[in-house]
């Protein structure tokens, strides 16, 4: 790839909230969610920048609605797909896991993982989204949000075959800070140089334009099950009259070594929220670095920028 090969956000100008993407071999699958009810948001693209509208993918047999938030990870041979869906007994949202043979599926429900509501929960505790995974050590664990606010992100050990939670679910963070506005968003964990790093989002994703404050942040610790501190300033945070709340990220390293950060985010052609933004939320990526002081994100990017090499 040239150097002068660039790509300008939204490389997605359409909705598609949550993404998370994965690579197969020379293909890349984004998922993300969708607001009809019928099932998953799925794009593949070869460069990061170019996308094709795949077929819905994912959809439980057990929920019609509010299905949010899809990670996809392949293990052992399998594919397996987390998300969160509305149950329609409890008018809770549970946490599952599906499994199929590719990453188109056919997915297969396996199991709810967390219940939105639970013999010990509580009326405060109602609510699971926003799943992801963490591996060290031949474990496998689930990172979570518990949804009463204010939030709190959970741990907790996943069975080897992903049937199953092991042990009690521990608090990693809560929403503590008058800017998270009692809200967290979007776990992601990374190892890096001996510092455990957990990145979220966190505010409301969608407001008036005055009142935006949805971005993404991290916290940082030296030991896996905490404490974790976190940072005093945002990774990525709005620019007014070019792109307001961006967020709920996923982070990841390519083959040729660069780390990118996939997001979405709100143009400012309408104020950030739905029935006022005929776009929604936008699939956006930037480039992110490591520094002495930590990870940096020179975005969200509106401008022409140098592609991923996605090669070795």
């Not at 809770?92 to 709810?112: I, T």
């Amino acid at each position: 790839m040239s150097s002068q090969e660039t790509y300008t956000n939204p490389v997605y100008n359409a909705n598609f909230p949550d993404p998370f993407v994965v690579q197969d071999g020379g293909t890349f699958y984004v998922y993300g969610t969708q607001r009809n009810g019928q099932g998953f948001q799925v794009m593949s693209s070869k460069n990061l920048v170019d996308w094709t509208v795949l077929d819905p993918v994912g959809k439980p047999s057990w929920s019609q609605n509010q299905m949010w938030a899809p990670e996809v990870y392949k293990h052992d041979g399998k594919w397996y797909f987390f998300f969160s869906a509305l149950n329609p007994t409890t008018n809770k949202r549970d946490l599952a896991v599906s499994v199929g043979d590719g990453p188109l599926g056919p997915f297969h429900d396996l199991a709810v993982l967390v219940p939105g509501v639970s013999e010990n929960s509580g009326p405060s505790q109602d609510g699971a989204i926003d799943a992801t995974l963490y591996f060290e050590d031949g474990k496998t664990y689930l990172l979570y949000i518990r949804e009463a606010a204010p939030r709190a992100l959970k741990f907790v050990e996943l069975a080897p075959d992903f049937s199953k939670t092991v042990g009690e679910a521990k608090d990693l963070l809560h929403a503590d800070r008058k800017i998270e506005q009692g809200i967290l968003d979007a776990p992601t964990l990374i190892k890096r140089g001996g510092t455990y790093w957990l990145f979220f989002s966190g505010g409301w994703f969608q407001s008036w334009k005055k009142d935006a404050n949805y971005r993404v942040w991290y916290a940082t610790s030296s030991s896996l099950m905490g404490p974790y501190k976190k940072a005093a300033k945002p990774l990525i945070e709005g620019k007014k009259d070019l792109v307001y709340s961006p967020g709920h990220q996923t982070i990841f390293e390519l083959p040729s070594g660069e780390w990118w950060i996939a997001y979405h985010g709100w143009d400012a052609e309408g104020d950030p929220m739905y029935g006022h933004n005929k776009h929604g939320r936008t699939l956006r990526i930037d480039r992110l670095t490591w520094t002495a002081k930590g990870p940096h994100v020179d975005g969200p990017s509106v401008t022409p920028r140098v592609r991923p090499t996605v090669g070795d």
